[in-house]
């Protein structure tokens, strides 16, 4: 069975600051889809990063970046820099391929809330 | 740039009635699902539905719950007999063709029980 776990359920930082989150991952599977989802204070799901099992390169993308680990399931996600408009809760969600019949399942982890004080 | 819509934004029922909640996909996106979040707490699978029937459904999704597609666009979600653990934040999601594609969520309804 899959399951993601975000140890962190809040994290504070004041703007500028960078902010690391944390995500733990768990699947039997080897071909697997790893994402990032941000959701703000007006309750929608925004997609922001995805990244592939067999690929490890990690990138960045504006202030975004990941770091992606399979030697210890971790797929952690920074934001450079930190911007009020940053704060909101992000979820990592997992999907895996063999479960093609059902689409693309996500399973959420629990969220981390940032909150970025001007 | 197109989006997956859901309305209503916020629907309140009496325990025991029957709600609706509906949602448009992107055109050609060929697999929809339900989560749900309740508040505070992680967001939850509920339903994959593709080729018109449903692929994959979770523990939550019993026998109250329903789901169909009946004129090719609207994707409507239907609980029959409303339970007060019910209220929560329902999300629409839809997706392309690629398995590995994101999925593009709606706003959200959000459903109070009382």
């Known amino acids: 069975a899959q399951k993601v776990t975000q140890a962190q359920t809040e994290i504070s930082v004041v703007e500028k600051e960078d902010v690391t989150l944390d995500c733990v991952y768990e699947?039997?599977?080897?071909?697997?889809?790893l994402f990032w989802y941000k959701q703000p204070p007006s309750g929608e799901l925004v997609f922001l990063i995805r990244?592939?099992?067999?690929?490890?390169q990690n990138e960045i993308s504006g202030r975004y970046s990941w770091n992606f680990q399979k030697s210890t399931s971790s797929f952690n996600f920074t934001i450079t820099a930190s911007q009020v408009v940053d704060s909101a809760v992000y979820f990592c969600?997992?999907?895996?391929?063999?479960?093609?019949?059902?689409?693309?399942?996500?399973?959420f982890g629990g969220g981390t809330r940032v909150l970025v004080k001007p | 740039e197109p989006e997956v819509t859901q309305t209503p934004s916020h629907q309140v029922t009496q325990m025991g009635q029957e709600v609706i909640l509906r949602c448009v996909p992107i055109?050609?996106?060929?697999?929809f699902y339900w989560y749900r979040q309740i508040l505070g707490q992680k967001v939850e699978f509920l339903v994959s539905?593709?080729?018109?029937?449903?692929?994959?459904k979770s523990e939550i999704f019993d026998d109250q719950f329903s789901v169909e597609r009946p004129d090719g666009s609207n994707f409507t979600l239907k609980i029959r007999s409303t339970k007060l653990e019910d209220s929560a934040m329902y999300f629409c999601?839809?997706?392309?063709?690629?398995?590995?594609?994101?999925?593009?969520f709606g706003n959200g309804t959000r459903l109070t029980v009382t």
């Open positions: 539905f593709y080729n018109n029937e449903i692929s994959e």
């Open positions: 990244r592939n099992s067999f690929d490890e």
């Open positions: 969600a997992l999907s895996e391929a063999s479960n093609k019949a059902a689409g693309n399942k996500l399973t």
């Open positions: 999601a839809g997706q392309w063709s690629s398995y590995n594609s994101p999925l593009h």
């Open positions: 699947t039997r599977d080897t071909t697997y889809y």
């Open positions: 055109s050609n996106h060929l697999y």
